[in-house]
């Protein structure tokens, strides 16, 4: 079946520390792959993605690489700011899903940076 | 262009009693989904709702019905209501094959 592991938080970091949050995948084929954030009492908003292999997602200094021969999207960021402070889900939607979007969530990975 | 919206905010009710939570797509999606999100756990997917039909249904029991009406807004609704099912309950919309994109969700308390 369709599932997403994600490295367990909380991951409580200085400002302007390098981020890696973890995110490995099984699928069958090959499906999209998401990052998510979620702020405090909000809903989810969409960080960045790749629909294929060595596709590479960025978005506000985030970038995660779509890695077919180890199964994994990693997140990275160079340097994080305290206004990163948040909860990282990974996603993915299966291949050969056309008119179905039931997406598939990790647990989600609490980030804290501290000034 | 405003984005998914949801109504209401947060909701409290008690065991047995029943919920319809609202839910508006972004402007130009067709498609609406619905996602249950326990605290601390990733959303878990219930149903999608197509040309006011559902197309797929996640593992939740017939408790949890929708409906989608012909401007695409849609309703979810649990009957008899369980302390388990405290938890966000997310819309998410899409039009073809784009990216799904979420509202910031109702927050529900059954006591």
């Known amino acids: 079946g369709n599932s997403v592991t994600q490295m367990e938080g909380p991951v409580t970091l200085s400002e302007e520390a390098f981020l890696t949050i973890n995110c490995t995948y099984t699928?069958?084929?090959?499906?999209?792959l998401f990052w998510y954030v979620q702020y405090p009492g909000e809903g989810l908003q969409l960080l960045l993605k790749?629909?294929?292999?060595?596709d590479k997602g960025s978005n506000k200094g985030f970038e995660a690489t779509y890695r077919k021969e180890t199964t994994s999207f990693h997140l990275e960021k160079g340097s994080v700011q305290v206004s990163d402070s948040a909860v990282y889900f990974c996603?993915?939607?299966?291949?050969?899903?056309?008119?179905?979007?039931?997406?598939?969530f990790g647990t989600g990975t609490r980030l804290k940076v501290l000034a | 262009d405003a984005g998914v919206t949801q109504s209401p905010t947060h909701l409290i009710k008690t065991r047995g009693q029943q919920v319809t939570l609202r839910c508006s797509p972004k402007?130009?999606?067709?498609?609406v989904s619905w996602y249950q999100q326990a605290l601390g756990q990733g959303p878990q997917f219930i149903f999608q709702?197509?040309?006011?039909?559902?197309?797929q249904r996640g593992n939740f029991p017939d408790r949890f019905s929708g409906h989608q009406f012909p401007n695409y807004s849609s309703e979810l609704n649990v009957n008899a209501l369980l302390l388990g099912d405290s938890a966000l309950y997310l819309c998410?919309?899409?039009?073809?094959?784009?990216?799904?994109?979420f509202g910031p969700g109702t927050r529900l308390l059954v006591l």
């Open positions: 402007s130009g999606h067709d498609t």
């Open positions: 709702y197509y040309e006011e039909e559902e197309r």
């Open positions: 998410a919309s899409v039009r073809g094959e784009e990216t799904q994109y």
């Open positions: 699928a069958t084929g090959y499906p999209s």
């Open positions: 790749a629909t294929k292999a060595d």
């Open positions: 996603a993915l939607k299966p291949r050969g899903t056309s008119g179905t979007y039931k997406y598939i």
